[in-house]
């Protein structure tokens, strides 16, 4: 069984200063583990995937993760925050052992950029 | 390359009526499908997901199904709607037989009044 706990619901951060949102997972088998952001009102975009090759991620819009197995987490950052990082963002597994390519999705993080 | 189309965009209908979201996919064949719902202040549930042609698998006991009659399209029904379903629906797709991620629709925001 898989399943994933994004320990913050909300973040808030000042413009031009560092972003972080944490995410724990657990999986029986070797994970793929994925960041997705969603604006109000608008589908899922993928920010970036981990699929077993190298642990630290980089992705779209200046964002990056690292894949620790031995802390079971995949936290999310970006070194300077802009006013378009403004959305809900889910830390989402999947167990590549499962052929039908299921994802289980975190409750989100809300993340708020203030001026 | 591949694109994903989903409609409408939003959609006012009152209980006891009938729905249709539809879903279709282009510039691959024999995509997985999937069709989450996300209520208000919730994460995302998966309730439908779609290997094949008229293959479909539920996750949750609802009022709602699903069905493929295209290898590219997947319809979201029900016959009579509850204030309940009211909720943020998105269509995805992967690639068959691998779970290196999805691509998601815009999503159908759907109110019942």
């Known amino acids: 069984a898989q399943s994933v706990t994004q320990l913050d619901s909300h973040v808030s951060v000042s413009e031009g200063t560092p972003v972080l949102l944490r995410c724990n997972y657990s999986?029986?088998?070797?994970?793929?583990l994925f960041w997705y952001v969603q604006h109000p009102n608008k589908g899922l975009q993928l920010l970036l995937k981990?699929?077993?090759?190298?642990?630290l991620v980089k992705g779209i819009n200046g964002f990056e993760a690292e894949f620790k197995k031995s802390e079971t987490s995949f936290h999310l950052t970006k070194p300077s925050a802009h006013m378009s990082d403004a959305a809900e963002y889910f830390c989402?597994?999947?167990?590549?052992?499962?052929?039908?390519?299921?994802?289980?999705f975190g409750a989100g993080t809300q993340v708020v950029v203030t001026p | 390359s591949q694109t994903i189309h989903q409609w409408p965009a939003t959609l006012v209908q009152p209980v006891g009526s009938p729905l249709s979201l539809e879903c279709t996919v282009e510039?691959?064949?024999?995509?997985?499908l999937y069709w989450y719902r996300q209520a208000a202040g919730r994460g995302l549930q998966l309730l439908f997901y779609?290997?094949?042609?008229?293959?479909i698998s539920s996750e949750v006991p609802q009022n709602l199904s699903a069905s493929r009659p295209q290898d590219r399209q997947f319809i979201l029904s029900s016959k009579k709607l509850l204030l309940s379903d009211s909720g943020f629906y998105l269509c995805?797709?992967?690639?068959?037989?691998?779970?290196?991620?999805?691509?998601f629709g815009s999503g159908t925001r759907l109110t019942v009044v």
């Open positions: 995805a797709w992967s690639p068959t037989r691998q779970s290196y991620g999805y691509t």
């Open positions: 999986s029986s088998y070797s994970p793929s």
């Open positions: 981990y699929t077993s090759a190298a642990t």
């Open positions: 989402v597994v999947s167990e590549r052992a499962d052929s039908w390519g299921k994802l289980q």
């Open positions: 510039g691959t064949s024999n995509p997985n």
């Open positions: 779609s290997v094949g042609i008229g293959q």
